[in-house]
């Protein structure tokens, strides 16, 4: 079986833009190359959950999710990252009805586990997001970090709560 490293993408990959989907707006979180190679090095699979609602909304196409996406994992690659896979939910309960793969639900995690042949219980979860840490535990995930960079959450349920990508490579 595989370990994985499970991402969030906004918040944690990339600085939280509400809405995000031009690629111009993107911008990688410093420390996400370190940590990602750091896993990759330790027989981690990269892979990426993420809630997208404002494709259900109708702020963006799925298209233009792609787009980024595609360019997101071209600029992860070009620093020796490769993503096993990237899973997103397109929905959002309000607009397109209730899903099993919205995060807090584990859907997105237990399908990578499926697809992916992944121990979750070995896997490990960054998130900047309670629901992140909640779809994690609600996979069976053990090791959950909670990223905070305004060090502005005082309670979680995640392992740690950390304000720097780079607190867990040091």
Known sequence: MNKALFLDRDGVINVEKDYLYKIEDFEFIDGIFNICQYFINNGYLIIIVTNQSGI?????????????????????YEHGIEVTHVYHCPHHPDITGSCECRKPKPGML????????????????????????EAALNAGLKTTYLFDESKSVKKSKATMIIDSLKELVC
């Open 56 to 76: 259900g909304r109708g702020y963006y196409t799925e298209e233009e999710y792609e787009d980024l996406t595609s360019w997101m994992l071209g600029a992860l």
């Open 110 to 133: 237990l399908q990578a586990a499926k697809d992916f042949d992944i121990d979750l219980e070995n896997s490990v979860m960054i998130g900047d997001k309670e629901r992140d840490i």
